[in-house]
């Protein structure tokens, strides 16, 4: 199965959206906070806009709207995911990984285009990582011919996208394939962008966690390849 190709045409409709959604904006719009929004805005390099609502606070006003509310179906975390990335301020956009995060396992392969989506709008590090490692990862888990997909999102030329396929395998330890993990390192091992450089030297030192022999004479073997950055990030827990 290939899924890279499709695209989301569209929120579905639902109606546990509906109910979603109109909770969710009057309470993050009443808890807005410009000054904090501001400088919130300004520590993500003005990405997007913000609310001002700080993340304790936004995981209690989460929970209010969410009360009562029954278990999503595919269809349900499409539409939230998509109309909350429709709206400009970030913290809808927190509130819609968080959900989608939660409810990953009710979703099949065919939710790994909605997330391809998510990964290349208004991107960024705060939202990709967390989207990279705990659903799509756990997409292609459950789905292993996903695998075809993430092959050709390693190579992408959208820089998210790459960092996505990078991380995919983040937190899988013992279940990593080390080979595909390696051949990702050397496929982006020339990229000049931080946030690959960074990606690759995260992967590789989230799995020395696992097995660090490996990481070790992988880079012994391969070590002239990457940036410097890449490998102090691979080593620093367990050094040279």
Known sequence: MNVTGAGPAGPPRSVLADTVLERLTIAYTAAADAERAASMRAYMKDVTPFLGIPTPARRVLTRTVLAGTPRPDEADCTAIALRCWALPEREYHYFAVDYVRRHTGRCTSGFLPVTRHLVTTVPWWDTVDLLAAHVVGALVAADPKLLDDMDRWITDDDLWVARTALLHQLRYKERTDTGR?????????????????????????EYAKTDPEAVRSFLARERGRFAPLTVREALKNIGA
Do not use: E, M, V
Not at 191 to 200: E, S
């Open 181 to 205: 993990l390696f051949s990702y390192c050397l496929l982006q091992s020339g990229h000049t962008d931080f946030f690959i450089r960074k990606a690759i030297g995260w992967c590789l030192r």
